[in-house]
T-cell receptor
Framework: IAGITQAPTSQILAAGRRMTLRCTQD?????MYWYRQDLGLGLRLIHY???????GKGEVPDGYSVSRANTDDFPLTLASAVPSQTSVYFC??????????????FGEGSRLTVL | GQNIDQPTEMTATEGAIVQINCTYQ??????LFWYQQHAGEAPTFLSY????GLEEKGRFSSFLSRSKGYSYLLLKELQMKDSASYLC????????????FGAGTTVTVRA
């Protein structure tokens, strides 16, 4: 049972570099999400996708972009990384979006350090 | 903005009961979730409340009072494996039904 797979697990990146975090789910869930988790701040929503072909901005979207070309994949791109983007990034999915959004299923996280 | 408050840390003894409170002031409300997150791992779903009252699931129970903007998670018969962070999250219809999370409560269970 795979669920949600994220890659890489961990990465150290120089400031100014471009980075894509990959996320793939095999549950055929409609909705997918990217959160970042920082000490004392909890999980904050970066971007989301209610269904394939659509995306939306969360609480902290600046400096990040996403795409949802198909149901399974939801990559997160940092166009030009900055040290404040050092964080643990979690990809998640749910069967549905909207008022029927049930529990979220999370990947194992990607720890990103920007120097 | 969203305001979801939980205590930062709690410590309890194995076999005891711990209650983790969560208060929220959000633009809208359409359900409250509790997640468990062990150190270095992904959050996993524990419970969901949308109506007032108590939901029981084995050793874990969750309570909601919508009029007070208040929930708690009750962990009974604590075990060492319950040492983890517990995250409160509110589903908000004014934010496209997306979950807003509190900062989490780290529970340490001592022998």
């Amino acid at each position: 049972i795979a669920g949600i797979t994220q890659a890489p697990t961990s990465q150290i990146l120089a400031a100014g570099r471009r980075m894509t975090l990959r996320c793939t789910q095999d549950m055929r869930h409609n909705a997918m999400y990217w959160y970042r988790q920082d000490l004392g701040l909890g999980l904050r929503l970066i971007h989301y996708s209610n269904t394939a072909g659509t995306t939306g901005k969360g609480e902290v979207p600046d400096g990040y972009s996403v795409s949802r070309a198909n149901t399974d994949d939801f990559p997160l791109t940092l166009a030009s990384a900055v040290p404040s983007q050092t964080s643990v990034y979690f990809c998640a999915s749910s069967r549905e979006a909207g008022p029927n959004t049930g529990e979220l299923f999370f990947g194992e996280g990607s720890r990103l350090t920007v120097l | 903005g969203q305001n979801i408050d939980q205590p930062t840390e709690m410590t309890a003894t194995e076999g005891a009961i711990v209650q983790i409170n969560c208060t929220y002031q959000t633009s809208g409300f359409n359900g409250l979730f509790w997640y468990q997150q062990h150190a270095g791992e992904a959050p996993t779903f524990l419970s969901y409340n949308v109506l007032d009252g108590l939901e029981e699931k084995g050793r874990f129970s969750s309570f909601l009072s919508r009029s007070k903007g208040y929930s708690y998670l009750l962990l009974k018969e604590l075990q060492m494996k319950d040492s983890a962070s517990y995250l409160c999250a509110v589903r908000d219809p004014h934010r496209d039904y997306k979950l807003s999370f509190g900062a989490g409560t780290t529970v340490t269970v001592r022998a």
